[in-house]
């Protein structure tokens, strides 16, 4: 069982920058995969990154060169910097985990929802000037 808090959002304007934080309580959390997710009101959700639990990272198109996942396996965070924002990037920000983990995984495992098992609340980022 794998439980997670999402935190940071807030207001942003073009241009600017977040960093949202994840933080996950229960056994083996570096055995698992991490993502980031968004939904913006009226839309599905979407992938966002994913780190796997080797380390890994994959980024929607939409975000590649401005956002950046990463994750500290001593502290069971993964956290979102984002830069360049942009109002398309406003939305509600999940993070998810996927596992446990053992050997190797496409890419599209890691952008595919319904991969993920566990959840956390969400954070709203808004990006408007």
């Known amino acids: 069982q794998v439980q997670l808090v999402a935190s940071g959002g807030g207001l942003a304007q073009p241009g600017g920058s977040l960093r949202l934080s994840c933080a996950a309580s229960g056994r083996a959390f570096s055995d698992y995969a991490m993502g980031w997710f968004h939904q913006a009101p009226g839309k599905r959700r979407e992938f966002v990154a994913a780190i796997s639990w080797r380390g890994n990272t994959y980024y929607a198109d939409s975000v590649k060169g401005r956002f950046t996942i990463s994750r500290d396996n001593a502290k069971n965070m993964v956290y979102l910097q984002m830069a360049f924002l942009r109002p398309e990037d406003t939305a509600l920000y999940s993070c998810?985990?996927?596992?446990?983990?053992?050997?190797?995984?496409?890419?599209?495992?890691?952008?595919?929802?319904?991969?993920?098992?566990?959840w956390g609340q969400g954070t709203q980022v808004t990006v408007s000037s």
């Open positions: 998810a985990a996927a596992g446990p983990q053992a050997g190797f995984y496409s890419a599209n495992y890691y952008q595919t929802e319904d991969e993920y098992g566990y």
